[in-house]
Structure formats: structure tokens, C-alpha cells
């Protein structure tokens, strides 16, 4: 008897044959390719055995690109040519970074729909400038791995929202790469933990990268990952360390304009500072600038807390409502897992220890824990055998849903929903013969459409014109392993249908988002008054079409006093839609239904009349 070799589509057929796949750690500061080989994640080095890889991309004259170390070497003397922090940047708008209030030496463009940087060669976005990390990245681990690549697992900041998610997925299709998955980096570093020291419980994972903060909040039980709740700040780093002892240089000389030559300059030397401060107590910063000015400047480790103390706070909030989302205490957490370079300055770790009253966990190296763990999933998803048999599951971090009559928010997917996830819903329609329907697709925690952030609109067309609230539409709402979403509504009875794929053009501002979080909180009880008010309306509007339409066909029932005293009724209700309570809309409806109860009487034996008019017994 013959035997059938079956695979999956794209993937080799041979039994024995190590599918070559990496994780990626695409950092704001940093970046790093790791694979797994002989059962264990390694972190894959270049040529000079050097496993990071600056993210930073510099456009020279002769239309040459240069990606890593010689890039960062030239951003001192070539800054407006240079790119850096491209993750700080990437699906966002200049509005975003604008409220970010941070400092970029980049000759931005004009768009308000994506950022452009203009270089010698021509304006960049993120996104290209992402692809030549990513690329590079990918040319490192063919020529280590010797072959070509079946995928890869690319990390990214939990609190990253669609736009950014798509963009980075953008960034790795023009880099030539099959994304696998796109991961949360702090469930990648859980992974990692998880199984390298075979951890089980309640951890967190603090996440300190150059440009972004996350925080999750896993429980690990017998090879299941799963992700209880994710917070964070993808405008916060590392970066911002180093932009405070910036400031503090420029206040403690009196230097207000600088080149950018010198602004670059200066830069370096406070991250190298900040640097040094983690293991000694003082540094001193010295440069002689453009104009001839001289610094020469010495800080005390103490001084940098000082200046500094404040963005560690700024962590400790996410940290709060990421606990309280994943419903557990400081008491039910058995260990914090540290990773990103940022969390090696001694005020952070100090900060975490003191919170959760327990040493965080740090044996793993906070640079390469989350590549290490993206190799460990890319191996898995690429089909190779591993003897650990475990499930990932991660969350989506804001409610989705869309809006129905009233400006209401109907949550379709509530937040922290596990991923991937795929949700229903039943809807009609509002008016009589209606035979299109607009699916307006909304993300945030509030009850009122205006509250929260628009994503998509699209319409759905071919509904056959029935009395309202006939219809049935379903709408279902699917979110990828990546986060990514894609919404459907379909007519039952016809069949006719219409879908998007969610890709805003824009990304979600930071603050926004926490800010919807706290309001959604905060505003509670309002948005339940509102909503209910709302609700009250849209069944007001409905009796009252309801009874204008029985009056156009049936008006000759009532007497002129009965007609007279439904339409001051009518009236009445129609005022209290702009300036009453709930309640008291409420009590108009039920008191317009009672006035017509005899109305709808008396048309129920007209209609019966009607119907039997002409019929014999026997027919009956």
C-alpha cells in the first residue's frame, strides 16, 4: 500500500526537514533576529558577532541605504538624512506626535493622513523606513541559516492599535517577509520565560523598550498562555530618559537653538550617559559644539532619578489598570517579568519592586527575551516539531462594535476578548421598506457613538423592502491571531452581503486610548443616563411613526376629539425628544400607547372586515 506525503499549502512535504523561520523584535532603539536550533532560541549575530542592530536607516547621496552601525555612526554629522525611532512613528499622524510633545530632527511632510520625512532621497515613511530594518534582518538570518525563509513572527507593543499593526505588516511585505503572526511583545518574553524556566501562575510582564511601555498580565498553567489583560504606552521609553537629560543639559548651560548636528550630538552623549548610570554613580557629559560653545557637565545618579522619577510613575498607572482589568491583586502576582534595555536603570527596577513588593524576575537578557521568544513561536507556527506541547492566547485591548439608531454603541467584541475571536450579532431595520443599511464599525468603552473612535463605514444594499424590524441582518465581527479585524453583514433571507477589512489610514493617539479607558470609568454612570435617554427616543420615534401611519390610513375611525387629542399627544412626545429625561419620555410613550389602544381596536376589526369580506362559510 502506497503512502501519501500531505502538507500544508507552502510548506514542504518532507517529513524530516527543519523549516527555517524567525522571530523578529522590531525595537525602537534596537532590533534582533532569533531562530530556534537544537531545541533552543538563539539570538542570530552579523558578521562582527554583534546580535543588535541599530534601527536606524541613513539615506546617502549615491542612492546608497545604510542600515545598523554605520547609520547610528553617521547620525551625529547627517541627522536630517538619518532615521531613527522609526516605531515611534510608524501608523501614526503628525496630530499624534504633537500631543506626544516629542522632539524629532526630521523635515516632516505636509500629509495628514501618513508621516513623510523628507531625505536626499526622496520623502520616506515609517513604513519604508521599517522595511530596510526588516530587510536587513532578513538578509542576516538567510545567510546564517543558509536558506530562504518559510516566515516569520514579528513582535509589537500590546498597546499597539490597527493602524500601527497593519503598517508594521506593510513594512515586512515590502521587506520580502511572510508574516506568520504579528505578537505582542510582552507575551513573547512569557514565552521565553515560560519555557525556559517552566513557570506556571500569575506573572506580568513590564516592558520597557527605547520608545514604547507595555504591560500585560498572563497566566502560564501547564503549557497555556493566556493573556488576562494588556495596558501601556506606546509614546513612552526609553527615548524619554534620555530627551529629560537632554533638556536638563541645554537648562544647565543656558543653550536654547541648536544645529542639528549638535541636538544629535548631544543626544548620544545623554544616552551614553544614562548608560553609564546604571552601574556608576556619577557621568560626565562633555562636547564642544558647532559654535564653539563647551560643555562639560557631571551628573550623579541621584540627579537622573530626580529628573526622571516622574516617567516612572507614568508606567505605574498601566500597571494599576492592567491589574484591575485581569481582576486579581498585587498578592495573586508570583513574579514580574522585566524586559527592554530601559528597565536596567536601577530607579525602574526600584520602582517595580517596591510596588509588587517582590524582586522582579531579570535572568534573561531584557534585550533579546523578546526575539528569543517570537523564534520560539515562529518555530511552531512553521510546523516543526517541538516536544513542548502549549497554547497561546492573547486579547484584544479596546471593545469593538458598531452603531445602531440613536447614535448608540452596540459592543460586538468587549475588550481583553481573546484572540482570535469571531462574534455575531443579530440586527434590523428601523424604517418601513428600508433596503440599505450603513455598518458603522466603532472601537473604544463609551455608550454614545460620539464618544468613541470611528474605524470603517461600509453599506449593505439589497435588502428587500419589508415592514420594519423584519429584516434580519447579521453582522459578524472576526479579529485575527495579529488583531487585525474584518467585519461582514449579511441579509438572512436574501443572502446579499457586504464586508470590509478594517485599515484605518490613520493611528489611534496613546493618550486617546487611555483616556478612553478612564473615561468609560469615570463617565459611567452618565453614558448609562445617556444611553438610556437614547434608547427611550429611538422607542418613541418608532410608536410615533407607527401611529402616524395607521392615522393616514384609518383616521376616519376616531372621532375629531380622539384625533385631536392623539396628535396633541404626538406633539407633546415629539417636544420631550429634545429636552426630556428618560422617564419622561418613557411615561409620553406609554401614554400615546394607551390613547391609541382603541384605535388599534377598532383598525383590527376593519382589517378583519376587510379580509373577510366577499368569502363565504365554506371557503372560511
Not at 293 to 320: C, M, W, Y
Request: net charge negative; aromatic share 4%.
Amino acid at each position: 500500500m502506497a503512502l501519501l506525503q500531505i502538507a500544508e499549502p507552502g510548506l514542504s512535504a518532507a517529513p524530516h526537514q527543519h523549516r527555517l523561520a524567525v522571530g523578529i523584535d522590531l525595537g525602537t532603539t534596537n532590533s534582533l533576529v532569533a531562530t530556534v536550533k537544537s531545541g533552543s532560541a538563539i539570538c542570530l549575530p552579523d558578521k562582527q558577532d554583534r546580535v543588535t542592530l541599530p534601527s536606524v536607516v541613513r539615506y546617502c547621496e549615491d542612492q546608497r541605504v545604510e542600515v545598523g552601525y554605520d547609520a547610528l555612526k553617521a547620525q551625529k554629522i547627517d541627522p536630517s538624512n538619518t532615521i531613527s525611532s522609526a516605531k515611534r512613528l510608524i501608523g501614526r499622524t503628525l496630530a499624534d506626535l504633537k500631543a506626544d510633545n516629542h522632539y524629532f530632527p526630521y523635515r516632516f511632510g505636509s500629509s495628514e493622513r501618513i508621516i513623510e520625512m523628507h531625505t536626499r532621497q526622496g520623502s520616506k515613511t515609517p513604513i519604508e523606513v521599517s522595511a530596510e530594518i526588516l530587510r536587513t534582518l532578513k538578509a542576516r538570518a538567510e545567510e546564517s541559516l543558509g536558506g530562504e525563509l518559510t516566515g516569520a513572527v514579528i513582535t509589537v507593543p500590546a498597546y499597539f492599535d490597527d493602524a500601527q499593526r497593519q503598517a508594521t505588516k506593510d513594512a515586512a511585505r515590502l521587506a520580502g517577509l511572510n508574516v506568520l503572526r504579528l505578537l505582542n511583545e510582552p507575551t513573547a518574553a512569557a514565552i521565553a520565560y515560560g519555557l525556559d524556566n517552566r513557570s506556571e501562575g500569575t506573572f506580568v510582564v513590564y516592558d520597557l523598550g527605547g520608545g514604547t511601555f507595555d504591560v500585560s498580565v498572563l497566566k502560564l498553567t501547564k503549557g497555556l498562555f493566556e493573556v488576562k489583560a494588556t495596558g501601556g504606552n506606546s509614546a513612552l521609553g526609553g527615548d524619554d530618559f534620555d530627551h529629560r537629560l537632554f533638556c536638563y543639559l541645554l537648562e544647565k548651560n543656558t543653550l536654547s537653538q541648536l544645529s542639528e548636528p549638535d541636538s544629535q550630538l548631544l543626544l548620544s552623549l545623554t544616552r551614553e550617559a544614562k548608560e553609564t548610570l546604571t552601574t556608576e554613580t556619577s557621568a560626565t557629559i562633555q562636547a564642544q559644539l558647532s559654535d564653539g560653545h563647551k560643555i562639560d557637565t557631571q551628573i550623579t545618579r541621584q540627579e537622573f532619578h530626580n529628573l526622571t522619577q516622574h516617567l516612572v510613575a507614568k508606567t505605574i498607572e498601566p500597571v494599576k489598570q492592567a491589574l484591575k482589568d485581569a481582576g486579581i491583586t498585587k498578592a495573586d502576582v508570583k513574579g514580574v517579568i522585566m524586559v527592554g534595555g530601559a528597565t536596567r536603570m536601577l530607579h525602574v527596577q526600584q520602582a517595580v519592586a517596591t510596588f509588587f513588593g517582590q524582586t522582579p524576575l531579570n535572568n534573561l537578557n531584557p534585550d533579546q527575551v523578546v526575539a528569543l521568544g517570537a523564534a520560539i513561536q515562529a518555530n511552531v507556527l512553521a510546523g516543526n516539531k517541538n516536544e513542548e506541547d502549549w497554547l497561546l492566547l492573547d486579547v484584544t485591548p479596546l471593545s469593538l462594535g458598531l452603531e445602531t439608531y440613536g447614535g448608540l454603541v452596540e459592543k460586538v467584541i468587549p475588550r481583553n476578548s481573546t484572540l482570535p475571536t469571531a462574534r455575531a450579532q443579530d440586527f434590523t431595520t428601523f424604517k418601513d421598506g428600508q433596503t440599505a443599511m450603513t455598518i458603522h464599525v466603532v472601537q473604544g468603552e463609551r455608550e454614545l457613538v460620539a464618544d468613541c473612535r470611528s474605524l470603517a463605514k461600509f453599506t449593505l444594499r439589497g435588502i428587500p423592502p419589508m415592514v420594519a424590524g423584519a429584516a434580519r441582518i447579521r453582522v459578524t465581527f472576526q479579529v485575527d491571531a495579529d488583531g487585525l479585524l474584518s467585519v461582514s453583514a449579511r441579509e438572512q433571507s436574501t443572502g446579499v452581503q457586504a464586508q470590509i477589512e478594517v485599515k484605518p489610514a490613520y493611528g489611534l493617539d496613546d493618550e486617546t486610548i487611555t483616556q478612553m479607558l478612564k473615561d468609560s470609568m469615570n463617565n459611567a454612570g452618565d453614558d448609562m443616563a445617556a444611553r438610556a435617554r437614547a434608547e427611550a427616543a429611538v422607542e418613541a420615534e418608532g410608536l410615533m411613526e407607527a401611529v402616524r401611519a395607521a392615522l393616514a390610513l384609518d383616521a376616519d375611525l376616531l372621532s375629531a376629539q380622539e384625533l385631536n387629542t392623539i396628535e396633541e399627544k404626538i406633539a407633546g412626545l415629539q417636544a420631550l425628544l429634545t429636552q426630556g429625561s428618560a422617564e419622561e419620555i418613557r411615561n409620553a410613550t406609554a401614554d400615546l400607547a394607551h390613547n391609541t389602544d382603541d384605535f388599534a381596536a377598532r383598525r383590527m376589526d376593519r382589517n378583519i372586515q376587510r379580509a373577510l369580506a366577499g368569502q363565504s362559510i365554506e371557503n372560511l
